[in-house]
């Protein structure tokens, strides 16, 4: 059923339920007479305050105990926490009373315990989701952290959470809302894709306690966030700020848990409480309600693993909802009602007023005035890096599955637990690194276990492949198979080491390209001899160059490896969506070692090509990049901040630790003066060498063909003897006049305008000047002037800022001895085999002109590189002692694509799965935003068939971007914006405070509602200096300058060959930033 209002002449409808996409297994069909989603919610009261109770559990997928720990309730010295018994105690209790309520948000939990369950439960729990009163929201694999996770891996994650509901109880499970009330900080790329999802609205819990402070004070705690400067409307979502971020209310939490007093209601009881217990709930809802714009307010009524015994949760609340109700015949006007977060949003939207807009994100997020939450953007390295390795390899996984000639029945089973494995790794606390250190090895195991499990998939499909036979023929394989090659993964090529290619005279190397152009790559295999040649499938030699492998990566203590140089090559015209193998074999020539360049201090040295030259000063610091416009000044340095040391007892006395990062000063300590350096030359790369100190090495490089640099660095163990926690940046100086503004990306899609010392909707005050200036960088940070532009580019999610006019730094490594006291109890000590963690990695330098009028621009630049570092080819290795080079040419096919026609570079083909039977699902994306170029930030057509000839494509159909709604079924709340003369000057709305705040303490497990005994004057706070009546703001709000800006831009088609018998339905269309996504049904094999 319809819901819609007539309101200022503006025509406003929502439907209560959008379709689902229709599911093969008729039980998932929405059953007759069903009442769940919007249709389901309580009658609320007009003229009263409505208070919304809603029950709700947070479950971590993984914290203080492993995923597993937690769902079974062991570890209990460690937290009492067992999500098996929450879901069997809340079920218990809402199958005995229709009018309660509960929501649930984490999948993986969820799914774990459906699958334990009887058929006759799993009925029962059906029929509670098909009423309405058990709701998913939320709904993806786990509360993913906002701001060091990936866009693709988000949407990864929510895709194969929603269908898994949708699988089970059709339109019935489909969320509505996004719950985000854990994580810390959050991002508008991800509202953007709660919205592209069909999402109605988002709540989250955390958000800067200043920023808090306005909104509630001025009634802007809920809001439409313009969540894309480039989609417009279609990424527009209704967000709420909790108003106790996930806790009840004060003294009424009623867990098994919490100590605080039931509700005692004997008649005769000396300690009967009813009427002081509603007083107090009564004081707080009315206080709360002052903060709000309408006659609803949300009460979260539960916490962190609460409901192990339901019945003491929901026998307090039928007491309190009974209680508080019935004085409503003696004049009260405060309804109390079980409900949920959508019902709550209905509510709101059935208001009729209007909201104000929000056109940025909540990045950082701070608890106090010394505990910003930036430390997690760097927090455990290696972890964030094996994340980002293994999405590019669920990437090629999902592929190949969907290309396999024969269908192998553990084909989808590895896949499936290769996608769960990747959405616990999202969760807020184990990419963040926030997590104690064995849970850590914990997130690490799985993900090995996953890669294993999914390369057998590879493996097979290889062989498959390269025998000649054709994708998607439908055969099915059930027999063992005596493989010709391994197609085996290096696990350990980030410290130049590979078992096969180190012990093997001949081995092939066969290089899987994801994307959906073709596309080139530097190859650096590990050796442990000079002479070896390469060869293609044509009987091509290709031209190699051995280096040798850095000392200080041969040195390692725990690097097991024969490998004492790297073979180096170009792969060219490696096939979209295919694969490109080489021969590789040991000769008898006798190649020179390499040399470097005799040692010269008195003169500066030059490392380049035609289109990018670094110089070196005299002490071995880079000093100037030039380019074919340009010479500017550029220097990098490694540099160490002091980890603050403190007992927590005091906001200023707040410790470094996992989740905030805190300097003991603003000032940095160097690590050298002058690094040692050798520069190795060759026709495929110049390379200079660098040593720091004993524990920071890099290599800087820049092969012929590229336009940027690579700068790859190793950092540990960080020494720790001295007693002071070190947290380690480089930074790059430059003479770019910046005036304090940088661009960070958002989850690695769009940019987001920084300015130093700054927040976009109040005044922010920061007694923590470098910890407030940082801000997550997913992929990038970048600055600029009027004539030039410089970007680095990352390879896992670090923590950056722009502490000075035309600098740049990036925070790669951190080492700290005390907790910050926010609950993992751990300081962030990471060892490995017995000493200090040694992290590697890369960051790639691009600097250029800034103007955007012709094109390739900078910016192209940056996009191209960024999307083909985040999927480059992935490395499969197999022994070929037992095959020689013309058996293998001759015999098998060393090359092969999936796809038909390589898109332009701009169109990425970001998702290609298997679906349902017969069905696959497939995403693509324009990876530009409008204004970054001329040509390439066109919109682009193209005939989908024309790229995907060798399917039986026999329909196709638009789905919303997790792929499990029709996008022509689905209907979102529209909501409408404050009028522009009301977006600042509503200082009206203030209400008197008082001297002194406490603040809600932000340190989990949150078991009920604690504030900081800590009293903090309100010229602490934002909200008070922002009283006074502003202008109209126009240089305050960098973001939604930049927002207006890109809707005056039209961008004009950039079509590929079609041809005019084309139909029309396989025709793609793609704007700048958008995402389509599509179910492919093929026709059934015979």
Not at 20 to 46: D, E, H, T
Not at 153 to 180: A, H, K, V, Y
Not at 247 to 264: H, K, N
């Amino acid at each position: 059923m319809a819901n819609c209002k007539i309101k200022s002449l503006l025509f406003i409808c929502f439907i209560a339920l959008s379709a689902a996409r229709p599911q093969k297994n008729s039980k998932s069909i929405l059953n007759v007479g069903s009442k769940c989603g919007y249709a389901s919610c309580p009658a609320v009261k007009p003229h009263m305050l409505n208070v919304h109770l809603v029950p709700h559990t947070h479950d971590d997928v993984g914290w203080l105990k492993t995923v597993d720990q937690y769902y079974y309730g062991s570890e209990t010295l460690i937290q009492k926490a067992g999500v098996q018994y929450i879901i069997d105690s809340v079920v218990e209790q809402l199958l005995k009373d229709p009018n309660k309520r509960f929501i649930y948000v984490e999948s993986a939990f969820f799914f774990k315990w459906w699958s334990e369950q009887t058929p006759e439960m799993q009925e029962e729990v059906k029929m509670l989701v098909d009423e309405g009163r058990l709701e998913f929201i939320g709904g993806a694999w786990s509360m993913n952290d906002e701001a060091t996770t990936h866009y693709q891996s988000i949407i990864d994650q929510f895709t194969w959470g929603l269908r898994r509901l949708n699988d089970t109880f059709g339109e019935c499970g489909r969320p509505r809302i996004g719950w985000q009330i854990d994580p810390f900080g959050h991002s508008r790329e991800m509202a953007s894709m709660f919205a592209q999802m069909g999402f109605d609205g988002l709540f989250f819990g955390r958000l800067d306690y200043q920023d808090k402070d306005e909104r509630l004070m001025n009634k802007k705690g809920e809001m439409i966030w313009r969540a894309s400067a480039n989609l417009g409307e279609p990424a527009h979502l209704f967000t709420g700020v909790l108003y106790n971020q996930y806790q009840p209310p004060p003294g009424f939490c009623f867990d098994i848990l919490c100590a605080d007093e039931p509700i005692i209601d004997g008649k005769h009881s000396p300690d009967n409480n009813v009427k002081k217990r509603v007083d107090q709930f009564f004081e707080f809802v009315t206080n709360m309600s002052k903060s709000y714009r309408t006659k609803n307010v949300l009460i979260t009524m539960g916490e962190d693993f609460h409901y192990q015994n339901a019945n003491s949760w929901y026998k307090n609340l039928d007491k309190l909802i009974k209680y508080a109700n019935e004085r409503q015949i003696n004049g009260s006007e405060i309804n109390l009602l079980y409900s949920t977060p959508s019902c709550y949003l209905k509510s709101l939207h059935d208001a009729g007023i209007t909201w104000p807009t929000k056109d940025d994100d909540f990045f950082p997020y701070a608890s106090d005035p010394h505990a910003y939450w930036t430390g997690y953007f760097t927090s455990r390295p290696t972890l964030k890096r094996y994340e980002r390795v293994g999405n590019q390899f669920l990437q090629v996984c999902k592929q190949l599955t969907s290309l396999a000639p024969r269908e192998n029945p553990y084909f989808l089973p590895h896949l499936s637990f290769f996608r769960e494995t990747m959405g616990i790794m999202q969760h807020h606390d184990a990419v963040t690194g926030t997590e104690k250190q064995k849970v850590a090895y914990d997130y690490a195991r799985r993900l090995n276990v996953a890669l294993r499990a999914c390369g057998s998939n590879t493996k097979d499909i290889l062989n498959h492949l390269t025998s000649g036979e054709t994708p998607q023929t439908g055969i099915p394989d059930t027999k063992k198979h005596d493989y010709k090659f391994e197609f085996k993964t290096c696990d350990l090529l980030n410290i130049s080491s590979c078992l096969i290619s180190e012990t093997s005279d001949r081995f092939i190397l066969t290089l899987y390209n994801p994307l959906a152009h073709s596309t080139f790559e530097y190859v650096r295999v590990p050796v442990s001899t000079l002479d070896y040649i390469v060869k293609d499938y044509r009987d091509v030699t290709l031209e190699t160059e051995i280096l040798p492998i850095p000392e200080t990566i041969q040195n390692i203590t725990f690097r097991n490896s024969r490998a004492k140089y790297e073979l180096i090559f170009l792969a060219s015209e490696l096939p979209p969506f295919g694969y490109k193998s080489y021969y590789i074999m040991k000769t008898n020539k006798h190649r020179l070692e390499p040399i470097p360049d005799a040692d010269n201090l008195s003169s500066f040295v030059s490392i380049g090509n035609e289109k990018i030259r670094l110089t070196f000063d005299t002490n071995g610091f880079l000093s100037a990049i030039t380019t074919k416009e340009m010479t500017r000044i550029v220097n990098q340095e490694f540099l160490y901040y002091e980890g603050a040391i403190g007992n927590n007892r005091e906001f200023r006395n707040r410790s470094s630790g996992a989740y905030i990062f805190r300097p003991k000063t603003d000032n940095v300590k160097l690590v050298t003066t002058g690094p040692k350096i050798k520069v190795y030359r060759g026709n495929l790369v110049e390379e200079v060498h660098q040593i720091f100190n004993e524990w920071i090495s890099q290599v800087v490089r820049v092969y012929r063909k590229h336009g940027y640099a690579e700068f790859e660095w190793m950092v540990g163990p960080i020494p720790i003897d001295d007693g002071v926690g070190k947290e380690i940046i480089t930074r790059f100086n430059s003479d770019i006049q910046s005036e304090g503004i940088f661009y960070t990306d958002s989850n690695g899609r769009e940019m987001l305008k920084r300015l130093r010392d700054h927040r976009d909707t109040w005044r922010v005050k920061l007694l923590e000047h470098t910890a407030g200036n940082y801000y997550p960088i997913t992929t990038k940070i970048a600055l600029e002037d009027e004539n030039a532009r410089l970007a680095i580019l990352t390879d896992r999610a670090q923590g950056g800022s722009s502490m000075g006019d035309g600098s740049l730094e990036l925070m790669i490594h951190r080492r700290l001895l005390h907790d910050d006291a926010f609950g993992v109890d751990e300081s962030l000590n990471e060892t490995a085999f017995g000493q200090g963690l040694v992290a590697r990695g890369t960051h790639y330098l691009i600097l250029g002109n800034s103007q955007l009028d012709q094109s390739p621009t900078t910016q192209l630049l940056e996009r191209f590189t960024q999307l083909e570092k985040l999927l480059p080819t992935w490395k499969f290795f197999s022994d070929a002692t037992n095959s020689s080079y013309d058996d293998w040419r001759l015999n098998y096919t060393n090359i092969f694509s999936g796809i038909s026609l390589s898109l332009p570079r701009n169109i990425h083909i970001m998702s290609f799965e298997p679906w349902h039977e017969n069905e696959i699902l497939i995403r693509f994306e324009h990876i530009l935003e409008k204004d970054e170029d001329p040509e390439y930030s066109k919109t682009v057509q193209f005939n989908l068939k024309d790229v995907l000839r060798g399917f039986n494509i026999v329909d196709i159909r638009e789905t919303t971007l997790d792929g499990n709604a029709w996008l022509d079924d689905n209907r979102r709340m529209e909501f409408v914006p404050d009028p522009i003369e009301e977006l600042y000057d509503n200082y009206a709305l203030y209400y008197k405070s008082s001297d002194y705040v406490q603040l809600l303490r932000a340190d989990k497990p949150l078991l009920d509602a604690k504030y900081f005994e800590e009293l903090l004057p309100v010229d602490g706070l934002g909200a008070e200096s922002n009283r006074l009546k502003r202008e109209h703001g126009k240089n305050m709000e960098l973001n939604r300058l930049r927002a207006e800006k890109l809707k005056k831009f039209k961008p004009s088609i950039a079509n590929l060959p079609l041809q005019e018998d084309d139909d029309t339905k396989f025709i793609i269309e793609l704007s700048p930033m958008e995402i389509h996504t599509y179910v492919l049904t093929l026709a059934k094999h015979i």
